[in-house]
């Protein structure tokens, strides 16, 4: 199975400040399509996932623009550029390349 | 507006059986792959399996944690996934999600249903 790796588990942020989370996975995520199927989740307190970023850089329907992705390979990186209260919650990266599809443990993000 | 609402989530013993349903709205149920995921209080997300479409003769793949004791099929005319779970853990108390895959990502999820296994 591929692990995914994220850190940090806990990242308390400043509001209207920047934050990062990596992730990155055990074997190449890269498909035999070509394609990159890593995405990431949002989940706020009480709520189920919401997608928010998939094939690494591709923000889902209605999603701010406050969020990006980036990277290649094995390396992932979700940024948001100016936190907001209702970006509190936990963020995980999941691939879908290759079954079982797997998930990162998730990063808490908090403001301080 | 897609909407999926999971139900028949409950307390069951170790060792009974529980079908979760999954009911579709708002996009083509029949044109798009459905996976169920599960979280247990206060934990991460585990992925339990998947169904495709007709297509592609409606094919199952599962996590080794569930092989052989779930079981997921669909009824397109009826817009519905089921997750049918026999032989329960106490492991498998979790919150179960359904979630749409129209390609290789989750785009749409449930609220979920809860399941509880427990004597």
């Known amino acids: 199975d591929i692990v995914m790796t994220q850190t940090p588990l806990s990242s308390p942020v400043t509001l209207g400040q920047p934050a990062s989370i990596s992730c990155r996975s055990s074997q190449s995520l890269v498909h035999s399509d070509g394609n990159t199927y890593l995405s990431w989740l949002q989940q706020r307190p009480g709520q189920p996932p919401r997608l928010l970023i998939y094939?690494?850089?591709d923000r889902f329907s209605g999603v701010p623009d406050r969020f990006s992705g980036s990277g290649a390979g094995t390396d992932f990186t979700l940024k948001i550029s100016r936190v907001e209260a209702e970006d509190v919650g936990v963020y995980y990266c999941?691939?879908?390349?290759?079954?079982?599809?797997?998930f990162g443990q998730g990063t808490k993000v908090e403001i301080k | 507006e897609v909407q999926l609402v999971e139900s028949g989530g409950g307390l069951v013993q170790p060792g009974g059986s529980l079908k979760l349903s999954c009911a579709a709205s708002?996009?083509?149920?029949?044109?798009?792959?459905m996976h169920w995921v599960r979280q247990a209080s206060g934990k991460g997300l585990e992925w339990v399996g998947r169904?495709?479409?007709?297509?592609?003769?409606?094919?199952?793949t599962y996590a080794a944690s569930v092989q052989g004791r779930f079981t997921i099929s669909r009824d397109d005319s009826q817009n519905t996934a089921y997750l049918q779970m026999n032989s329960l853990k106490t492991e498998d108390t979790a919150v179960y999600y359904c979630?749409?895959?129209?390609?290789?990502?989750?785009?749409?999820w449930g609220q979920g249903t809860l399941v509880a296994v427990s004597s």
């Open positions: 708002g996009f083509t149920f029949s044109g798009a792959a």
């Open positions: 999941m691939q879908a390349t290759r079954f079982p599809l797997t």
């Open positions: 979630t749409r895959a129209l390609y290789n990502w989750n785009d749409y």
């Open positions: 169904i495709r479409t007709k297509p592609n003769s409606y094919a199952t």
């Open positions: 094939k690494i850089s």
